[in-house]
Structure formats: C-alpha cells, structure tokens
C-alpha cells in the first residue's frame, strides 16, 4: 500500500487529509524551555497569543530522524510503501531527517523521501496529485517523476503586511527591518529554486497586492493553473487577494488556506500571497 506523509508546514486542507490519505508529521515549536508539537499541542491561535505575550518569536525545529521513525510505524505496515514529501531542503532539514529515517528502516518500509523545493500549500497540492495519479493506476516511480519534473514549475509569491516578526526571527537583517517598517514598505518574497527571497519592495498594502498577481501573470499568463491563497491570521485579505486573483488567471481550481505556523513564525500576521500550480 501506498502511505502519504508530509510534514506540518505543508498546508494541507483538512478534509484532504482524510480523502486523499495523507498523513502528517507535526514539527516542534519551541517557546523557551517548552517545546510543542505544531497542530498537536499547539495551534494557529495559541501560537500568535504567545508571540503577543511573550513579544518573542519561538524557535521551530524539523522533526527528528527518531521521530521520523515512529511516525512512519505508527501510519503504516511492514511492507509498505512510503513516499514522504517535505519543505525544501534548503529552508528547513525536515527532509534530511526523513533520509536519515529511510535508511534506518531498509527492509522494514520503502520509504521515498522527496525534497519539494516549496512549501505551503504547493506541498499539500503535491500530496494531492501523488494520491490522485495513484488511484489513477500510476506507478511509484510515475509519481515521483512527476513530482521531480513540476516542482521547479511551481510558484510562491507572498507580501509581508510587518517586518517585526522576519526582524525577531532572524529571517531579515535588523537594520533592514527597521528601515522598511519606518518607511512603511511593503516587501514582496518569491520561493523559487527551493529559496525564499526578498524580491521587491513598495511602498503601499494595495501596490504590494497587484505587483503579486502582476508577477504571477508574468509567469503563467493564460496557462492552466490551480490559483491557491494562503493568508497569515488575514481571512478577509485572503479572500479579497483569491476574488481578485480570478479574474487575471486561467484557474482550473482556487484554493484558500491559512499559512502553516511554522512558515508564518518568520513572516508574522498580515503575510498574503499567492501560489502557482501549473495544472497541465
């Protein structure tokens, strides 16, 4: 049997887990001394009542190897296939710690660790596809050669509504920070090539939400997509962005989804955007 895993930065709408069989392993949030598993011990909401209280931002860690190896027990049976997307590689070692558990359990699962070089939703729709292509008659090796061949296709552009929360965790240098916030900039950030950067700056909210669609537009003009909108504790700017958004792609499917905390803990409340999943 073929089992899913992602991990709990992927943003995977909660009735998928259910209907497409996808399993996901909680990373830990760490507050202090306290150390809590994300969507288990703690939630979206209790995560931003923290951070308010204790104006500081927590620390997150990938699983580790050994957690990697319970949790594939505990999803699956011996004999079992597993493929195990993650977060890229380069923003996070979720990844690393699945090889290292793969190599650990030879023989017991086979297990097919995937660096999706994105993350968010992106990796949620991947999971989806894996289960969808399966249940279709394609083979393992089908679905990985999918996997390899879209994501590099895949895009992620977000507007920062605050830089307090990428200056408090380190994700912006501090004097950077504190410029843009006085000078009121809203920063744009595109996740390409498995890398979150700061791309372009502008100075209002409004400008930062047409120049993301306009670089979408740039990149998949009438190309079949599924357009996806992931929001920061902002429903009403999510659902303002997705209204928006329709009209300028060729959307085979819109999604919304509130950003895992995990990738919100380094872009803070406010963070919008868009992703881009060709549909071909």
Same mark, same amino acid.
């Given at each position: 049997?073929?089992?899913?895993?992602?991990?709990?930065?992927?943003?995977?709408?909660?009735?998928?887990?259910?209907?497409?069989?996808?399993?996901?392993?909680?990373?830990?949030?760490?507050?202090?001394?306290?150390?809590?598993?994300?969507?288990?011990?703690?939630?979206?909401?209790?995560?931003?009542?923290?951070?308010?209280?204790?104006?500081?931002?927590?620390?997150?860690?990938?699983?580790?190897?050994?957690?990697?190896?319970?949790?594939?027990?505990?999803?699956?049976?011996?004999?079992?296939?597993?493929?195990?997307?993650?977060?890229?590689?380069?923003?996070?070692?979720?990844? @690393?710690?699945?090889?290292?558990?793969?190599?650990?359990? %030879?023989? /017991? +699962?086979?297990?097919? $660790?995937?660096?999706?070089? !994105?993350?968010?939703?992106?990796?949620?729709?991947?999971?989806?596809?894996?289960?969808?292509?399966?249940?279709?008659?394609?083979?393992?090796?089908?679905?990985?050669?999918?996997?390899?061949?879209?994501?590099?296709?895949?895009?992620?552009?977000?507007?920062?509504?605050?830089?307090?929360?990428?200056?408090?965790?380190?994700?912006?240098?501090?004097?950077?920070?504190?410029?843009?916030?006085?000078?009121?900039?809203?920063?744009?950030?595109?996740?390409?090539?498995?890398?979150?950067?700061?791309?372009?700056?502008?100075?209002?909210?409004? @400008?930062?939400?047409?120049?993301?669609?306009?670089?979408? %537009?740039? /990149? +998949?003009?009438?190309? $079949?997509?599924?357009?996806? !909108?992931?929001?920061?504790?902002?429903?009403?700017?999510?659902?303002?962005?997705?209204?928006?958004?329709?009209?300028?792609?060729?959307?085979?499917?819109?999604?919304?989804?509130?950003?895992?905390?995990?990738?919100?803990?380094?872009?803070?409340?406010?963070?919008?955007?868009?992703?881009?999943?060709?549909?071909?």
């Amino acid at each position: 049997m073929l089992r899913i895993v992602t991990d709990s930065t992927a943003d995977v709408l909660p009735e998928w887990a259910k209907e497409y069989g996808i399993d996901t392993i909680p990373i830990n949030i760490l507050f202090g001394e306290k150390s809590y598993l994300q969507g288990v011990e703690m939630d979206n909401e209790g995560f931003y009542k923290l951070v308010e209280e204790s104006k500081r931002i927590p620390k997150t860690s990938q699983p580790s190897p050994h957690q990697f190896i319970e949790f594939y027990r505990k999803v699956a049976q011996k004999g079992d296939t597993i493929l195990s997307i993650h977060i890229t590689s380069i923003l996070s070692g979720t990844y @690393a710690s699945a090889v290292s558990a793969a190599e650990e359990l %030879k023989g /017991e +699962f086979n297990i097919i $660790p995937v660096d999706s070089v !994105v993350a968010s939703l992106a990796v949620g729709l991947m999971c989806r596809e894996a289960r969808r292509m399966e249940r279709a008659g394609k083979s393992v090796d089908e679905i990985v050669k999918y996997i390899e061949n879209i994501k590099q296709s895949i895009r992620i552009v977000l507007t920062l509504d605050t830089l307090e929360y990428a200056k408090m965790s380190g994700r912006v240098k501090t004097l950077q920070a504190a410029l843009a916030s006085l000078l009121n900039v809203k920063p744009i950030a595109i996740l390409r090539n498995g890398d979150l950067n700061m791309a372009e700056r502008v100075r209002t909210r409004k @400008a930062a939400l047409d120049r993301i669609i306009q670089i979408g %537009k740039e /990149e +998949f003009g009438s190309k $079949p997509i599924y357009l996806g !909108v992931v929001h920061a504790r902002d429903i009403k700017s999510g659902q303002a962005l997705l209204e928006d958004a329709k009209s300028h792609f060729n959307c085979k499917e819109t999604l919304i989804s509130e950003l895992s905390i995990s990738i919100a803990a380094n872009l803070g409340p406010g963070t919008v955007g868009l992703i881009l999943y060709p549909a071909e």
